[in-house]
């Protein structure tokens, strides 16, 4: 068993900082590295050491995997946590960091890569008598074989790059006569975006949810998992809320998808934390769909319902510990909510709105966490995710959730950037989602309602008039008279101007 | 003295009839309203009218006089003109014409592409420009046909926000 006295953090945003609060509470000192755009960056404030790694962009530094075991080895980190995005899921860095004598925050290079690899994925799960979505489990090579598969599986099917992910090389096909031109164009985006245009054809299920199970594995052959998490709500394939119990779990589907969890974690011999995502459709039949083996962005819902710790336990199971509570002892308690918050235009097709923090105002009271990374004048670069934090509440039931989400959103106040917060409250509002009748669809079906125009409050107009009309006046009065001797003409200001005077 | 105020379309007109430290008196074209009203210096705004709390946080935009406001659920886009600006405005008359003739980066990014050279001709629709910010790439297509003016960027260059980026003739 071997002690971890210093980690360094393999990645940025609010997913660094969140590791670094965890590494605090263990007496771990941590390690930050930046690029070039991350200088001002809230993880390399936080941390007790930051290295500079390369220019802004993440090919040319956070995912120069020899820059940073060189970073770690410099400064003598006993273990890198990769969090999740960048190199969380790349099996040459694991494989260099044990190689360099470092403990990989994770498991395996050969899980990962068995993993990764989506036909492999499938016939491991098959193996471990794991229900798959019905498809091939080898690459279809040829067109001919692809369209006979098709046939054979029957219409509508999803057609995706055997070496893909985010959502290139994919296609659903509905109506026989698109079979050809559309296995065609799925074919030549896989051979453009990864150089290999082998697909595998998979089943479509209607209306879907997606529904995750966290697991846990130690490296003494102790599996078990943390319980569901719903992510149904999504936007081009990324999820926006996600909430635990899912209000379609039953007690008994729930004993039933978490063994088979289990069972795919222990196929693969997996160590730390790892999720496996299923598709369940409305017959409650569930397949699995694939295995995440990194750090989740929605964990902090399963912390808040199991109270444990997910990064420590990772920590733990990295040094060597075996998990020190069984099965049985883990409960769901209660219910947690997390709403991502975008930097994005909702109204212009959820476009990127980089741009400077003018002001932040976050959530608190009863219940609420807020894992983020911006603060007062910051620049959101434009080189990375627009996700700026994620709010997590968490309340008795679902009904109170959702109410005490609705309250955390209201007070949550960013400026200078357009932001989902407004999107967000509107979900909450809505029926299906307040009855918990929604699935994958759930955006595109009530978009409508969800991007209507707000209607303001009586005046309110002329009230942002008002406010403008007396900000431009004050200008005026400082371009004019900057060295009045009693300038406050209102109680805030004169505060202001006492204050000044005292630090004299 | 009153002074106009423009919201995305609407242009009102502003006055204060009456002030008395935090409590106003104020004209907003033909509704007047008292007030309360308290502010610091970054912006945040608390408007009592007639026992309703208004919560406002108004942002300076990079040219002057110009204002984002944040209410509760919405943004707004505001310009101030006073005597000054209206005197600019009419001397560069010709300058509205401006954004039908020119393509602008609605947000900071860095430029992926520009498939197109000076000189060429092109047709409404066409892509002149591709952007990539936050991970996302946006294409900008011609609002008219013309012929490419100006390009003021380049390829791997980065630009802000309401930066004009190509002019058409």
């Known amino acids: ?504 | 003295m009153s002074i106009e105020i423009k919201l995305d379309k609407r242009i009102a007109s502003v006055e204060i009839l009456k002030q008395f430290e935090n409590l106003l008196e104020i004209k907003v074209d033909d509704k007047i309203y008292q007030v309360d009203l308290m502010h610091n210096d970054e912006g945040i705004f608390s408007i009592l009218s007639n026992g309703r709390s208004f919560n406002i946080e108004l942002v300076p935009q990079p040219k002057p006089k110009h204002y984002t406001a944040y209410t509760l659920y919405d943004s707004y886009d505001l310009e101030v003109i006073d005597a000054e600006s209206r005197y600019l405005r009419n001397r560069t008359g010709g300058a509205q014409m401006l954004s039908e003739n020119s393509i602008t980066s609605p947000m900071p990014g860095k430029v992926v592409k520009i498939p197109v050279s000076v000189g060429d001709e092109v047709k409404k629709g066409d892509t002149l420009i591709t952007i990539s910010a936050m991970k996302m790439e946006s294409e900008y297509k011609s609002p008219i046909d013309g012929k490419i003016a100006i390009i003021h960027v380049s390829e791997g260059s980065t630009v802000d926000a309401n930066q004009v980026l190509i002019e058409i003739e």
């Not at chain 1, 846990?216 to 719903?230: A, C, I, M, P, S």
């Not at chain 1, 909510?337 to 930097?343: G, K, Q």
């Open chain 1, 1 to 504: 068993m071997k002690k971890i006295n210093k980690i360094l953090i393999a990645n940025r945003g609010e997913i660094a900082v969140r590791i670094m609060r965890t590494c605090r509470e263990m007496g771990i000192s941590t390690v930050a590295v930046f690029s070039d755009a991350d200088r001002t960056s809230m993880h390399v404030r936080y941390a007790d050491e930051a290295y500079h790694i390369g220019p802004s962009p993440s090919s040319e530094s956070y995912l120069k995997a020899d820059k940073i075991i060189e970073v770690a080895k410099k400064c003598n980190a006993d273990a890198i946590h990769p969090g999740y995005g960048f190199l969380s899921e790349n099996a040459a860095f694991s494989r260099k960091c044990t190689e360099n004598g470092i403990i990989f925050i994770g498991p395996t290079p050969e899980v990962i890569e068995k993993m990764g690899d989506k036909i492999s994925a499938r016939l491991t799960m098959i193996a471990a008598g794991v229900p798959v979505v019905p498809g091939t489990t080898e690459s279809v090579k040829t067109e001919k074989e692809a369209i006979d598969t098709i046939m054979e599986i029957g219409l509508p099917v999803m057609v995706k790059a055997s070496a893909g992910g985010g959502g290139k090389g994919m296609r659903l096909i509905t109506e026989e006569k698109d079979i050809t031109s559309l296995v065609r164009s799925a074919r030549s985006e896989a051979k453009s975006s990864f150089g290999n245009d082998s697909v595998y054809v998979e089943k479509y299920i209607t209306s879907p949810h997606h529904i995750e199970f966290q697991v846990l594995g130690d490296q003494h052959g102790n599996f078990l998992h943390l319980f569901e998490r719903e992510c149904s709500v999504q936007r081009r394939h990324q999820k926006m809320i996600e909430e635990t119990p899912s209000p379609l779990m039953t007690p008994e589907l729930r004993v039933k998808m978490g063994e088979y969890a289990v069972e795919a974690a222990r196929a693969v011999n997996y160590t730390g934390a790892g999720t496996i995502e299923f598709l369940v459709d409305n017959d409650l039949n569930f397949y699995f769909l694939e295995m995440n083996t990194r750090l989740q962005v929605e964990h902090p819902i399963t912390e808040r319902v199991t109270g444990i710790d997910l990064v420590k336990q990772q920590i733990l199971i990295a040094e060597g510990h075996p998990l020190k509570f069984s099965q049985e002892q883990l409960r769901q308690t209660g219910h947690a909510i997390e709403c991502r918050i975008y930097a994005e235009d909702t109204d212009n097709n959820f476009m990127p709105n980089p741009g400077k923090i003018y002001n932040i105002t976050q959530p608190l009271g009863l219940g609420v966490r807020t894992d983020g990374y911006v603060y007062e004048g910051y620049e959101i670069p434009i080189y990375y995710d627009s996700m700026i934090s994620k709010l997590i509440v968490w309340a008795e039931n679902r009904t109170e959730a959702i109410e005490r989400m609705k309250r955390a959103l209201y007070e949550y106040k960013i400026t200078g950037v357009k932001t989902t917060i407004k999107f967000l409250e509107r979900i909450m509002e809505t029926p299906d989602f307040r009855s918990g009748n929604y699935d994958t669809n759930f955006i595109e079906k009530n978009k409508d309602s969800l991007l209507a125009a707000t209607k303001c409050a009586e005046n309110c107009e002329d009230m942002v008039i008002i406010a403008t009309y007396i900000e431009y006046l004050d200008q005026l009065n400082i371009a004019q008279t900057s060295k009045e001797m009693y300038p406050a003409k209102n109680r805030w200001k004169k505060y202001t101007y006492q204050k000044n005077f005292e630090r004299l």
